[in-house]
């Protein structure tokens, strides 16, 4: 994190992204992060679609913190918007 100051002279804190090394994970992304994402879906409900295996598992960084990979949302975003090709409205 980067400490910057606003204009009225109070720190505050930034998050910077920087590029990892090749081959390594990408960024962690928090449950505001899905939301910002359009995920909207409460915890019980990502909890089941984990289960079943139709949502990518969390990491428990400690017993109260998750967090997701964001190679892994973005791939899942990416194959629920393939499935539109294949689907329609009347088989949800």
Not at 54 to 75: D, G, K, M
């Amino acid at each position: 994190m980067n400490k910057h100051t606003d204009i009225g002279g109070r720190s505050t804190s930034q998050t910077v992204r920087k590029p990892l090394p090749s081959g390594s994970l990408t960024c962690l992304l928090t449950r505001n992060d899905l939301k910002r994402l359009g995920i909207s879906l409460s915890n019980t409900q990502l909890i089941r679609l984990e289960r079943d295996g139709r949502f990518p598992r969390r990491v428990y960084l400690t017993p109260a913190r998750v967090v997701w990979l964001e190679s892994e949302i973005l791939e899942w975003i990416e194959a629920r918007a393939a499935e539109r090709a294949h689907r329609v409205y009347s088989e949800y």
